[in-house]
């Protein structure tokens, strides 16, 4: 596809226009910062109806094909209004596993009928979708998955439970790994891969509070819930390789990802910013020698980040060590953003004891929550110490503990 | 202050830095390391004269003064390996100095000391004083016009690779104001140049006593940017230092993957392989702040030095850790000469403590970011 650059700019500058002018106006309570942390009816019916709206306008599914509710455009379209998104700090399309994994999988290998009924309602958050790949007893060990699903005729019946679903509560389909067969020679050959309604009988998400003292996620009971074996994705068994495959979509170029932003970045400038409005000694905290060392620190990561990042694009400055930025990403990432948000809040002086809720907490207790709330980056997707594990062993080829 | 961060490697970047991983990997084995230890001088004469027929003394000084033209971006993907193999050379003074001239030299102490230097002539950095400040501007050394002649006095510390040098380039107070002037070896008395014991044992360091010397009117750069030059010598320094950082892990790693203790390769215990990934995520920031610096060093002076800055103290603070670690890794070995952790802290010492370590170029960040 041939597009010119003057096509590009006009895009550009009319997504601009129209985020600018229709960015939500502040909602009058603390929105979450992703879809991992929506708590409340009031932001989660915000956050629909706000990707409702950039679906209408035109700006997430670009890549996505027409026939099926998409932009039918290249790639390109999307990224800029995806930049445009990120640029103009609007919220996040809160329909994530949607867009970003049920979507993708969907398009690649559903089948026509499945791709008729879901892609549409995914992109204009109709249908809000979830994930149910970890269960209570197997943190990330996805092919440990016990989830029984048992044939019967046309039809699988579903019992067990999934645990740490976001968005549990409000979901109407989940992306579902189970077991429907024991008797494999590995674990993996066992499973199989369903996309499955949530609001049917026997199906029961049970609300789990976070340590935020928010609703965040659920633990989704299945009690001989009965589902169509057109739930199917992929064959029966092949559960396993849907699943890998699922994981792939991330940097898809086209046909991937439906796009959008998905979280809501911090910078440690917003601190800098806190540091102005705190006291210490009758000054601004920000005039304290430690606190200003400090908060160069935490820029100078920020940044070491955004250089990683653009060094990881040059081959000639990560020849000893190829996948090092990219697998340590996570690990940095999450345990910077978690140092940040817990310097954020010890910053507000004698206020860091206040909370979301209290009439004088500053920046309405986005930090103390937020704080909280990094431990999912430091614990989910294997912990920080699994990470270290990781890359000492596949990047700095140290030897496995057996 | 919260631009864009990018870097931008370019074809003669990565050509120069393959070149030189290769040379200095030849040329700079550990033994080698240790045997100049010993010697008189840092650097062999005939290695010296390798490195400027490589033409690497030119790099940042125009074609017309017989170098390559291009910058101090390019200069960092030497030193960097050089770092990394623990080479000890006056490159970065002769490079520092030849900048000095370039920016603020006359048209004549251009025309004849560029070619010079570029052609492999030894220059020397004499702007440390006894008391140790970083701040380049507080000088006791001064000098005074007297009879057509500028009258220098006060004494210089850490004047690296002094026995090699043709010319030293000094700063002093003139009129109350830093100022750069060149010194010719020739002109040294006996006895001016005294040698100190520092813990970087690759370097050759002397004190240089300035009293009782005399030198012509013109020998007086125009002018002098001392700002400047400590942003240059920062960059060169972390260039160095990150060569180091990843020369240290890798020695390190060769011990945790070979020694056995309680049935098991040490490696493999996370209390050694965690602190490993550690000091692996600190290099990947500091190489990638490095050659951010080393992108932007000749743009607008405020960004240059933002740059610069934290390339400086996140590669200090980072060769520290992994430095130190090496010596603690190797366990009862680490504790002997004979272990060559303890030549990676040392330079790492020397490094850090050289024109600002990480706590006080934060502190300078906070000033230019902060308010």
């Known amino acids: 596809m041939n597009i010119s650059a003057s096509e590009l700019d006009e895009f550009r500058a009319e997504a601009a226009a129209w985020f600018s002018a229709n960015k939500p106006a502040d909602p009058g309570f603390l929105l979450p910062q992703s879809f991992m942390e929506v708590g409340t009816d009031a932001q989660f019916e915000f956050l629909r109806a706000w990707q409702n709206k950039v679906y209408a306008a035109g700006y997430l ?34 329909n994530t596993i949607g867009l970003s994994w049920a979507g993708p999988l969907i398009l690649n290998m559903g089948t026509e009928a499945q791709k008729q009924a879901y892609i549409k309602r995914i992109l204009s958050a109709e249908d809000i979708w979830c994930q149910g790949f970890s269960e209570p007893d197997h943190g990330s060990d996805l092919g440990n998955a016990q989830l029984r699903a048992t044939r019967d005729g046309d039809e699988f019946v579903l019992n067990g439970s999934k645990i740490w679903t976001s968005l549990g509560a409000y979901a109407d389909y989940i992306i579902l790994l189970a077991r429907t067969d024991t008797q494999t020679n590995t674990k993996y050959e066992g499973l199989s891969y369903f996309l499955a309604p949530m609001k049917i009988e026997g199906v029961d998400p049970a609300p789990i509070k976070k340590l935020t003292g928010e609703h965040g996620f659920t633990q989704t009971f299945f009690n001989d819930a009965r589902i169509s074996e057109s739930c199917l994705i992929g064959a029966e068994g092949a559960g396993w390789q849907v699943a890998m495959k699922t994981l792939t979509f991330e940097r ?15 910078s440690a400038w917003e601190v800098v910013q806190l540091a102005r409005q705190a006291m210490r000694d009758g000054r601004p905290a920000i005039e304290d020698p430690l606190v200003r060392d400090q908060l160069v620190g935490f820029l100078m990561e920020e940044r070491g980040m955004a250089l990683n990042n653009s060094r990881a694009k040059i081959p000639g400055l990560i020849a000893e060590r190829p996948a090092s930025i990219a697998l340590s990403r996570k690990l940095v990432g999450s345990e910077w953003r978690r140092r940040l948000n817990q310097f954020a809040v010890t910053l507000q002086g004698a206020n860091a004891s206040r909370y979301v809720g209290d009439g004088a907490v500053m920046d309405r207790g986005r930090w103390q929550r937020g704080y909280f709330n990094a431990f999912s980056g430091t614990i989910g997707g294997g912990t920080s110490q699994i990470q270290k594990n990781i890359v000492g062993e596949r990047v700095l080829g140290l030897p496995k503990q057996d | 202050m919260n631009e864009q961060a990018d870097i931008i490697f370019t074809d003669e970047q990565a050509q120069l830095l393959e070149i030189a991983e290769t040379f200095t990997a030849d040329k700079s084995p550990m033994d080698a390391v240790r045997r100049q230890l010993e010697a008189d001088d840092a650097i062999e004469a005939g290695l010296w004269r390798q490195i400027a027929d490589l033409g690497w003394l030119g790099i940042a000084i125009p074609e017309e003064y017989g170098g390559s033209g291009l910058g101090l971006g390019e200069v960092v993907t030497i030193v960097e390996p050089m770092g990394r193999k623990l080479f000890s050379s006056p490159l970065i003074s002769t490079t520092l100095a030849a900048q000095m001239i370039l920016l603020g030299g006359s048209d004549e102490q251009k025309s004849q000391w560029l070619p010079q230097l570029a052609g492999g002539t030894v220059a020397a950095l004499a702007v440390t004083e006894a008391h140790g400040d970083w701040d380049l501007s507080n000088l006791t050394c001064a000098a005074e016009r007297k009879d057509g002649n500028l009258v220098l006095s006060g004494g210089k510390t850490f004047v690296t690779d002094a026995m090699l040098a043709d010319l030293f380039l000094v700063s002093v107070s003139l009129d109350g104001e830093p100022a750069l002037v060149i010194v010719e070896a020739a002109n040294l008395g006996p006895g001016a140049l005294r040698r100190e014991i520092v813990i970087d044992e690759s370097r050759r360091s002397h004190a240089l006593n300035l009293n009782g010397l005399s030198v012509p009117m013109d020998n007086l750069l125009p002018a ?7 942003l240059a010598a920062c960059l060169l320094y972390a260039a160095e230092m990150c060569g180091g950082m990843a020369g240290v892990i ?21 209390a050694l392989k965690h602190p490993m990934v550690d000091a692996l995520v600190g290099l990947e920031q500091a190489r990638s702040q490095l050659y951010h610096a080393a992108t932007v060093f000749d743009m607008a002076e405020g960004r240059g030095e933002v740059a610069v800055r934290m390339a400086k103290a996140q590669a200090a603070d980072a060769f520290a850790f992994a430095s130190d670690r090496a010596i603690q890794f190797h366990g009862a070995f680490g504790f002997t000469h004979e272990c060559d952790a303890q030549l990676y802290r040392r330079r790492a010492l020397w490094c850090e403590q050289q024109y600002g370590d990480g706590a006080h170029h934060r502190k300078h960040l906070a000033g230019l970011l902060l308010d």
């Open chain 1, 252 to 266: 898809a170029v086209s046909g991937g990802q439906a796009g959008g932003v998905h979280s809501m970045p911090v």
């Open chain 2, 250 to 270: 890798n020695v390190t790693l060769d011990y945790l993957t070979t020694r056995r203790q309680f049935d098991h390769f040490i490696g493999a215990y996370q």
């Open chain 1, 61 to 94: 599914g670009l890549a996505w094909p027409a026939e099926f509710g998409g932009g039918g455009k290249d790639q390109v379209f999307q990224d800029i209004a995806t930049a445009e998104m990120v640029r103009q700090n609007v919220p996040f399309m809160t």
């Open chain 2, 224 to 230: 002098a940017n001392l700002h400047r030059l400590h």
